[in-house]
């Protein structure tokens, strides 16, 4: 009899024991997601910062003489894209919503240097006031963009390896969609080649 409650005894502190473990590492994925979710909302700040200067800019541009009208409505079309995105909450989770979102936003920073490459052909326009605020608040977000898509990649490293590492591996394919690897931000296509200068 002793030895029937020794084992039941032995049994329930393995189940506890095991509990424990599960629950520390389902709340150790759910700290790390929610710091992932964060970062995320932080890159998309900072994102709709830059979509809500370029409004004004194209505005200001638009009111150069001769200006190519082509140029900034190409970037209209491209903010439209960007501003149609309705990826959810789920983007870092969902590896082809983040794919959507990448390519729009890099849609819209090809247009954006095409419109600033333009313009060096616009002293005038260069020179006033309103344009030059407008340039240096978007270069501004431009950094502002890099360094919050780094903490972003940064945060999701730190989820994957904890993701990924065993045991945690097995509790996070028990939620399935739930904790999925999160995505990177990658380079632009065609980023590694550097721009040709011709004098």
């Known amino acids: 009899m002793n030895r029937g409650l020794i084992a039941l005894g032995g049994l329930v502190v393995i189940v506890v024991i095991a509990a424990m473990a599960l629950t520390g590492t389902y ?26 200067l370029i409004p004004n800019l194209v505005a200001t541009v638009k009111g150069a003489a001769n200006f190519e009208k082509s140029t900034y409505v190409a970037v209209a079309e491209a903010r439209a894209k960007v501003g149609q995105l309705n990826l ?55 950094n502002r963009i890099a360094v919050e898509r780094m903490r972003f990649n940064k945060t999701a490293q730190a989820f994957n390896t904890t993701r990924d590492s065993f045991p945690t591996v097995l509790v996070a394919g028990f939620f399935g969609a739930r904790f999925n690897e999160k995505a990177y931000f990658k380079s632009a296509p065609g980023s590694q080649t550097a721009p040709q200068v011709n004098f």
Request: without cysteine.
């Open 27 to 52: 709340n150790r994925l759910v700290t790390l997601d929610q710091a992932v979710q964060s970062q995320w909302a932080q890159v998309e700040s900072v994102y709709q910062r830059r979509a809500d």
């Open 88 to 142: 959810g909450s789920g983007v870092p989770n969902d590896p082809a919503a983040f794919a959507k979102f990448s390519a729009a936003q890099d849609g819209l920073s090809s247009a954006l240097s095409h419109l600033l490459a333009v313009v060096e052909n616009y002293p005038d326009l260069k020179a006033t006031q309103n344009f030059a605020d407008l340039q240096a608040q978007l270069e501004g977000t431009e």
